[in-house]
Antibody, heavy 115, light 112 residues
Framework: EVHLVESGGGLVQPGGSLRLSCAAS????????MNWVRQAAGKGLEWVSY????????NYADSVKGRFTISRDNAKNSLFLQMNSLRAEDTAVYYC????????WGQGTLVTVSS | DIVMTQTPLSSPVTLGQPASISCRSS???????????LSWLQQRPGQPPRLLIY???DRFSGVPDRFSGSGAGTDFTLKISRVEAEDVGIYYC?????????FGQGTKLEIK
């Protein structure tokens, strides 16, 4: 069974940094593209970033470009999102999502940016 | 960026009756590989989103057959043949044809 478990969320001050992790299991992680998607409280879904299975193709939403970095460790079945220069508008639940088909979602981890 | 527009934004439905949600994209979702990467997601209250339909009309594993998708090009529809209580939630269309991936605003399905 596919499992995606996010961690690393929390409260951080504006301008601060946070690193999210996603532990994957139940499938061959190294063969799947992965995404981060976020959702502010009471709002819709916003795609954040994408990484190809081999890390050679990466994409970001304009809203996070230059501040967020996606990466993966296929040996450890893990996906990461390094978030720097955080802003209040980055406050959201962040989901780890499998594949270009967005077929499996984690439960999410809450990031709160506030002073 | 491709803009995804859903209608209606709210849909009160009687149990056992059909429901329909429309999604229109600002440009064609046909990929250069010939596929159309239009999906429908369901988000029940307090839960993460769940994939229902991908590539316009393919039902994902475990999704009841009362859910169906149709459409082509820029106009797409999700239909629920007979709404059940567990179908309450917010439905999103999304496109994965082009970066950035984009979602519709969401349609809230509620029981009358």
């Amino acid at each position: 069974e596919v499992h995606l478990v996010e961690s690393g969320g929390g409260l951080v001050q504006p301008g601060g940094s946070l690193r999210l992790s996603c532990a994957a299991s139940g499938f061959t992680f190294s063969t799947y593209e992965m995404n981060w998607v976020r959702q502010a409280a009471g709002k819709g879904l916003e795609w954040v970033s994408y990484i190809f299975s081999g890390t050679n193709t990466i994409n970001y939403a304009d809203s996070v470009k230059g501040r967020f970095t996606i990466s993966r460790d296929n040996a450890k079945n893990s996906l990461f999102l390094q978030m720097n220069s955080l802003r209040a508008e980055d406050t959201a639940v962040y989901y780890c999502v499998r594949g270009s088909g967005f077929d499996y979602w984690g439960q999410g981890t809450l990031v709160t940016v506030s002073s | 960026d491709i803009v995804m527009t859903q209608t209606p934004l709210s849909s009160p439905v009687t149990l056992g009756q059909p429901a329909s949600i429309s999604c229109r994209s600002s440009q064609s979702l046909v990929h250069s590989d010939g596929n159309t990467y239009l999906s429908w997601l369901q988000q029940r209250p307090g839960q993460p989103p769940r994939l229902l339909i991908y590539k316009i009309s393919d039902r994902f594993s475990g999704v009841p057959d009362r859910f169906s998708g149709s459409g082509a090009g820029t106009d797409f529809t999700l239909k629920i043949s007979r709404v059940e209580a567990e179908d309450v939630g917010i439905y999103y269309c999304m496109q994965a044809t082009q970066f950035p991936r984009t979602f519709g605003q969401g349609t809230k399905l509620e029981i009358k």
